[in-house]
């Protein structure tokens, strides 16, 4: 059994910064990857950003230099540093983890949170 839970999220001005977090829970052994995923309406959903349980990492090509993601392994947490902020970052943003493992063997390919949403307006 486990859930993800993401926070951080509200009404920013352009410019402005934001930081997101999304804690995993449960009796986890192991996440390989964490991410984040944005979905603007009308558009498809898109990676923002990934890492892994080594700590290499990839970004969009929309905010690198902007964003900037990172994990506790031993919290089973992964955030999102969000700065120089513009409207076009507006969307509902999850987080996702890959090939989870839990202490009594139960494996998860790929599971989501279920969003919050981040509004970049003045």
């Known amino acids: 059994q486990v859930q993800l839970v993401e926070s951080g999220g509200g009404l920013v001005q352009p410019g402005g910064s934001l930081r997101l977090t999304c804690v995993a829970s449960g009796s986890i052994l192991s996440i390989y990857a964490m991410g984040w995923y944005r979905q603007a309406p009308g558009k498809q959903r898109e990676l923002v950003a990934t890492i892994f349980s080594g700590g290499s990492t990839n970004y969009a090509d929309s905010i690198k230099g902007r964003f900037t993601i990172s994990r506790d392994n031993a919290k089973n947490t992964v955030y999102l540093q969000m700065n120089m902020l513009k409207p076009e970052d507006t969307a509902v943003y999850y987080c996702?983890?890959?090939?989870?493992?839990?202490?009594?063997?139960?494996?998860?390919?790929?599971?989501w949170g279920q969003g919050t949403l981040v509004n970049v307006s003045s």
């Open positions: 996702n983890a890959n090939n989870l493992r839990m202490v009594l063997g139960t494996k998860y390919r790929e599971l």
